[in-house]
């Protein structure tokens, strides 16, 4: 499963990136506000340190204008994926920009439905928010389980099902048991995966005993 991170803090992209664990990275209007800098700009930097696909925006919802937006974002960098709302001018979009070898990640998937509408506009990947359903006491895993087995059934389906909205290192794990080809998580939740407290504590015993010994390794 690829690990993408939820996040337009470039410090924090360039941190983990550090790590060798990210594939690429999601972004959204509402996370880019948080940073205060010229969106392009940021995208541009992004792409610098990340060689994976890196999510952009479009913000008009008419066909027209998502694809000048989206003209202006894929000639930032190569690796910029053009991330459109599911609404039928978003799906229109996505179509066009897909057959001219542009990547597409479909965002606000909520439904196997709209998941269907994703693949067959060509998507490079959908987006469904599993949190955002828990919020509202529904399983956002199930969904995932449903669409990753409808893909299942058609070769001619080549969307990948990118698990976003992601709150804990346990719907890391669900999703992949279920077998979905990505998750976008913030960076604390990435960071919260490595944690266990007995292998904290595992640590400082060895520590503890090791010095014991007065030994050095170098
Ligand atoms: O990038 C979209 C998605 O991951 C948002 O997550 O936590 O705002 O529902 P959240």
Request: proline share 4%.
């Amino acid at each position: 499963m690829k690990f993408f991170v939820d996040t337009a803090d470039f410090n924090e992209i360039k941190d983990l990136a550090s790590t060798g664990m990210v594939d690429g990275v999601t972004t959204n209007p509402s996370l880019a506000a948080k940073q205060g800098m010229d969106f392009k700009e940021l995208i541009g930097e992004i792409c610098k340190v990340v060689s994976g696909p890196v999510s952009a925006e479009v913000t008009a919802s008419d066909y027209e204008t998502m694809m000048k937006e989206a003209d202006v974002l894929r000639k930032i960098a190569r690796n910029v994926t053009i991330k459109v709302p599911l609404t039928p001018d978003g799906l229109k979009t996505c179509r066009a920009l897909t057959s001219e070898g542009t990547m597409v990640n479909v965002t606000l998937c909520f439904t196997a439905g709209q998941a269907i509408l994703a693949a067959k506009a060509g998507a490079t990947f959908v987006s469904p928010f599993v949190g955002r359903l828990d919020d509202l006491g529904v399983n956002g895993m199930q969904l995932i389980e449903d669409i990753v087995s409808i893909y299942q059934n058609y070769d001619s389906f080549k969307t990948q099902v990118l698990v976003a909205s992601v709150r804990s290192p346990q719907h890391i794990v669900d999703a992949a048991r279920i077998g979905a080809d990505v998750m976008t998580a913030p960076p604390k939740v990435i960071r919260q995966l490595y944690n266990h407290p007995l292998t904290a504590s595992g640590l400082k015993t060895f520590a503890e005993d090791w010095a014991k010994t007065g030994q050095s390794i170098l």
